[in-house]
């Protein structure tokens, strides 16, 4: 039995398992003032007041061992949640950077060759086992900021048994590592040049081949598709979509990234879970997400590592739209793995509140990956995820900018950041 107590303050975000926020209710955090937690076989058991929490444990601890944890001017926040990661891969980018600074766009450096295309020979040449080194390090780093779930896409060997190689390291490190990891197919991530010029081909082999396989050996859940103009259309998109609906992987989309192009409208018409970027969708997709019920996973890392302008969430939010947030942790727009800095970033350039952003990488995050019912909140009977900030209250998570906060990381009940660091179980 865990008894943590004297948080200045617990964000529970309790209230919102079955539905994601919308509107005001994100604003909602269900605080408590100096909070008392009770942890049970990795599953919380009691939460209130420390006084409430001592009482509990007083009555339930029999003659179990109790660790007690004091959290004496610390925020007490659900571990969080990043809903949109492309993790698995090898290499880097860093050149590309300096061809941005000097006016390349991203669509030419992908278009000439490089970007994802570079990332995916990188990827293929990788042994499984050095994918899975090079994603250990990803997942750390994660951890040491708070994160305890991520989704995983897979999208950089764009090849069947490439692509199965991505999903399987997945796999491998949601059963190994203390972060879990939710598996998304992408094979649709660019046209490899094998299919230059073809992209119907690739399309048919995607339908044809490889959503059957995954599907088959269960190594995804959900399956997504880079819907932008020069990549898939949204007529190519719906069909891979709707292909792996057929299979039983639900829909992502990488929706109006780059040029408002119909993504956030097609979200919409097949029902999928979220529509992710959206920093060019129309007023009439924002809509139609709205009565859909589609929640816009928004990425202003991205834009920010893009120079671009972010996703406008404030007219999400008040057409109702459920928001959520997410790194977009890749090789080539966004290569971080502090969701922190992230949520710095929404709250800074896309003006949403310290409240809505927690909102948004918690329980709306796990809404965005099917996950609400067992984690995104502090609730009795949810699994223990939590992250312990050095901080007063969750206002200053937003303020006291780009440093790592993170003191203590519980992942299923056990310490696994202590101090801000790394602890090996
Ligand atoms: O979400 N836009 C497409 N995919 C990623 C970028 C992948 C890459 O550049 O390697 C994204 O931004
Ligand atoms: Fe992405």
């Not at 979220?274 to 139609?288: C, K, M």
Request: hydrophobic residues 45%; charged residues 20%.
């Amino acid at each position: 039995m865990i008894y943590i107590h004297s948080a200045a303050q617990i964000a529970t975000l309790a209230g919102a398992s079955t539905k994601p926020k919308t509107g005001k209710e994100m604003e909602e955090l269900d605080l408590i003032e100096d909070g008392g937690i009770v942890i049970e076989e990795g599953v919380f058991t009691f939460v209130g007041s420390s006084e409430e929490a001592c009482r509990y444990v007083a009555e339930h601890s029999g003659d179990r061992e109790v660790t007690v944890l004091s959290a004496e001017g610390k925020t007490i926040t659900p571990g969080l949640i990043d809903p949109h990661t492309h993790v698995v891969f090898a290499g880097s980018r860093e050149f590309e950077l300096n061809m941005r600074l000097q006016g390349a766009k991203y669509m030419d450096i992908l278009n000439a060759g490089g970007g994802i295309l570079y990332s995916t020979e990188r990827t293929r040449e990788a042994t499984e086992e050095q994918l899975m080194a090079e994603t250990v390090k990803r997942l750390d780093r994660f951890l040491e900021y708070g994160v305890t779930t991520i989704e995983a896409k897979s999208g950089y060997g764009l090849r069947l048994e490439e692509e199965m190689k991505q999903l399987r390291v997945a796999q491998r490190l949601n059963a190994s590592h203390p972060i879990d990891l939710v598996s998304t197919f992408m094979g649709a991530h660019a046209v490899p040049v094998e299919y230059k010029g073809d992209a119907d081909a690739f399309v048919r082999t995607i339908i044809g081949e490889m959503i059957p396989a995954v599907a088959r050996q269960g190594l995804a859940e959900f399956c997504d598709v880079f819907c932008e103009e020069g990549v898939f259309t949204v007529e190519q998109s719906r069909d891979i979509l709707l292909a792996g609906q057929k299979w039983g992987l639900k829909s992502k989309i990488h929706a109006d990234e780059l040029v408002s192009y119909g993504g956030a409208e097609l979200a919409a018409e097949l029902g999928a879970v979220s529509a992710d970027h959206l920093l060019h969708a129309s007023e009439a997709g924002i809509q139609q997400m709205a009565e859909a019920g589609v929640i816009a996973v928004l990425l202003p890392g991205t834009a920010f590592f893009l120079m671009a302008q972010p996703a406008n969430a404030r007219a999400m939010i008040a057409a109702g739209v459920p928001v959520a947030l997410s790194t977009d942790r890749n090789p080539g727009s966004s290569p971080t793995e502090s969701l922190p800095f992230i949520m710095n970033l929404a709250c800074l350039t896309m003006k949403m509140t310290p409240a809505e952003v927690l909102a948004a990488c918690t329980i709306n995050a796990a809404h965005a990956i099917g996950r609400a019912g067992t984690i995104g909140s502090i609730e009795v009977g949810k699994q223990a995820d939590l992250v312990m900030f050095d901080a007063p209250n969750y206002l200053y998570l937003q303020y006291h900018y780009a440093v790592n906060l993170v003191d203590t990381v519980l992942k299923k009940g056990e310490a696994v950041i202590q101090g801000g660091r790394r602890v090996q179980g």
